[in-house]
Every structure is written in structure tokens, then in C-alpha cells.
Nanobody, 127 residues
Framework: EVELVESGGGLVQAGGSLRLSCTAS????????IGWFRQFPGKEREGVSI????????YYADSVKGRFTISRDGAKKTVFLQMNSLKPEDTAVYYC????????????????????WGQGTQVTVSS
């Protein structure tokens, strides 16, 4: 069974940084498309940054380009989201999501694609 365990959320002031981690188990990590969604109160989850190792596709939401960086460590089966220059509007619950196999750029940010989800971690950015 695939399990995703997140860590690294917390409270930070605007302009600060946080790094989220998501460790996968029960699966061949190199086969995964894996990344991060976030959910604002009362809203649907939106794709933040996702990486598909097999086809080299990397996705960033326009709102985080230039501030967030996704990376992966295959040996640790972990994907990271380095979040810099955080803004109060980045405040949300961040979820790690994964699915087997490569996913095309056209649909990589569609949450319906993903079968596996972490429990979520709160990120709060104060002004």
C-alpha cells in the first residue's frame, strides 16, 4: 500500500521560507508522479508544484513560479518543496499527492488524476 507522509509545515512571517517534505513508501519511487497541492478554506485543492520523473515534466502554478522549487531524492523516496518569499496568500493546507506513471503537462495539475494523498500539513504566513 502506498503511503505518503508529509512534514515541514508551520508558521512563518511574510518573506520567510519553509521546506516541505513528503516521503513515499510501499511503491517504486521512480515510477511516481508526485508533488504538492494546497487547499484554501472553502475552496478546491489546487496544484502547486508537481514532478513526473519518467517524462521529466515539472509543473509550477503561476502564483508560485520563481518562489517555490520542487526537488526529489530518489534514495530517500522523498520530494521536497522549498518555499521562499512566502506571502500571506500562501496560507493553506498543503497536501502531497502521487500517482503511478508519467502524467502529461496538460493534466498534471488535475487533482482527480491522483490516487494517493498525504494527510496534509498547515502552512501559515503572517503579515
Amino acid at each position: 500500500e502506498v503511503e505518503l507522509v508529509e512534514s515541514g509545515g508551520g508558521l512563518v512571517q511574510a518573506g520567510g521560507s519553509l521546506r516541505l517534505s513528503c516521503t513515499a513508501s510501499g511503491v517504486s519511487f521512480d515510477d511516481l508522479t508526485i508533488g504538492w497541492f494546497r487547499q484554501f478554506p472553502g475552496k478546491e485543492r489546487e496544484g502547486v508544484s508537481i514532478i513526473s520523473h519518467e517524462n521529466g515534466v515539472t509543473y509550477y502554478a503561476d502564483s508560485v513560479k520563481g518562489r517555490f522549487t520542487i526537488s526529489r531524492d530518489g534514495a530517500k523516496k522523498t520530494v521536497f518543496l522549498q518555499m521562499n518569499s512566502l506571502k500571506p496568500e500562501d496560507t493553506a493546507v498543503y497536501y502531497c499527492a502521487a500517482d503511478m506513471g508519467p502524467i502529461s503537462q496538460a493534466i498534471i495539475a488535475f487533482e482527480e488524476i491522483y490516487d494517493y494523498w498525504g494527510q496534509g500539513t498547515q502552512v501559515t504566513v503572517s503579515s
